[in-house]
């Protein structure tokens, strides 16, 4: 009787494990409330932040893969949008990523949240005089996974994810 408890217990902590494999969970923050569209024509893309407490050189590498996921992701948002790309004049989107990668070992070996890692995303379209017109915030996080998790898969994910709200409420239309 014993036995069988234990392996129903280790049986239900695996079910457990793998079904919070990679799972995210993302919440998107937009200024101002209305679900009015905004208007834009054309912008510039600022170079993007991106920013980790962790500064180890792998840490900063991904860092700048970050920053260049970011802005082709705003790219190809631009294109399918029709929003001309233009000088620093008028218009731009300022994208600013922070990232805790945490510890892959402490969620595989400990899990209950120790070494959790985030990304958080702030984007926002801001006028030529830098008042911002438009904001959106996006967070993702991992706190637990199959063999600690995939902290690079979540930030491509939650990135790309960051970008679309961002763009769900962008019109050319004035």
Do not use: C, K, N, T
């Given at each position: 009787m014993l036995h069988s408890t234990a392996v129903a217990g280790v049986a239900t902590a695996l079910v457990l494990v793998l079904g919070a494999c990679g799972h995210t969970h993302t919440d998107v923050l937009k200024q101002p409330q209305s679900e009015a569209p905004v208007s834009v024509q054309s912008a510039t893309?600022?170079?993007?932040?991106v920013k980790s407490r962790e500064d180890d050189?792998?840490?900063l590498a991904l860092n700048q893969q970050w920053a260049k996921a970011a802005t082709e992701e705003l790219q190809k948002?631009?294109?399918?949008k029709r929003i001309a790309e233009r000088d620093a004049a008028g218009a731009s989107i300022v994208c600013q990523i922070a990232v805790v990668y945490g510890s892959r070992a402490l969620r595989?070996?400990?899990?209950f949240g120790?070494?959790?890692?985030?990304?958080s995303i702030d984007i926002e379209l801001k006028d030529a005089q830098g008042a911002t017109l438009y904001a959106a915030k996006s967070t993702a996080d991992l706190k637990v996974g199959?063999?600690?998790?995939?902290m690079s898969q979540i930030s491509r994910?939650?990135?790309a994810k960051a970008v679309?709200?961002?763009g769900a409420r962008l019109s050319t239309q004035p």
């Open positions: 893309i600022a170079p993007v932040e050189a792998d840490s948002l631009m294109a399918e595989y070996f400990v899990g120790a070494g959790a890692g985030s990304v199959l063999f600690g998790g995939d994910d939650a990135i679309r709200d961002f």
